[in-house]
């Protein structure tokens, strides 16, 4: 037929346009990758290894939370805290990990509370909120994506940073956010529906 190449796909047809969960996901994925692999490597950490190979991302993942680099900084040092109070109890390296994952997304919903009843929470600007060592180097592009992240309820932004930033299962998700799967996956739905609304906005 007239208009088609060989492989029968019409030469009209552009491009497929990037969805909103795509645009997510690389703008999460290129921050991940500023940071080194994360994975625990072995049985026998100490809790400086873990400190040293995990902290960074741990604040990053925080940032993102509560928009703030210097309360990031606090809640991920309780985080440790915590994990220094409770370290004969943990399995192994991944325990650990997983330990403070979940410390963090909790630390982090504490402040988000303490905020909003005190009133005090304004919708954050993310670029002045950000320290320049985290994020300053993305683009105009993956700066728009994570100032809408800013902008979802709590728990929707929760959700999307565990999955395209901690490259979580929807099953690590709901065990470091203590909500069902089947919740997770219905607020991610509708956080990426509400990305896309204020994308377009």
Not at 89 to 100: I, K, T
Not at 173 to 193: C, H, M, N, Q, Y
């Amino acid at each position: 037929m007239v208009g088609d190449d060989p492989r029968g796909l019409s030469r009209n047809t552009g491009p497929r346009p990037v969805t909103v969960e795509q645009t997510v996901e690389r703008t999460l994925g290129h921050i991940r990758a500023l940071d080194p692999d994360d994975r625990p490597g072995g049985n026998t950490l100490t809790l400086e290894d873990l400190y040293r190979q995990h902290r960074m991302r741990l604040v990053r993942l925080a940032v993102l939370l509560v928009d703030d680099a210097a309360t990031a900084e606090d809640v991920v040092q309780e985080a440790f805290t915590g994990l220094y109070r409770n370290w004969s109890g943990l399995r192994d390296g991944a325990a650990a990990v997983g330990y403070l994952r979940t410390a963090v997304v909790n630390g982090s919903r504490s402040v988000l509370r303490r905020r909003k009843t005190a009133r005090e929470y304004q919708p954050p600007h993310m670029i002045n909120a950000r320290s320049a060592e985290s994020l300053a180097m993305l683009t105009a592009e993956h700066q728009a994506v994570v100032a809408a992240l800013g902008q979802l309820p709590p728990r929707q932004r929760e959700v999307l940073v565990l999955r395209y930033y901690g490259g979580m299962s929807e099953a690590e998700i709901a065990e470091s956010t203590g909500i069902s799967r089947g919740t997770v996956k219905s607020t991610a739905s509708r956080a990426l529906d509400a990305l896309q609304k204020i994308i377009k906005t």
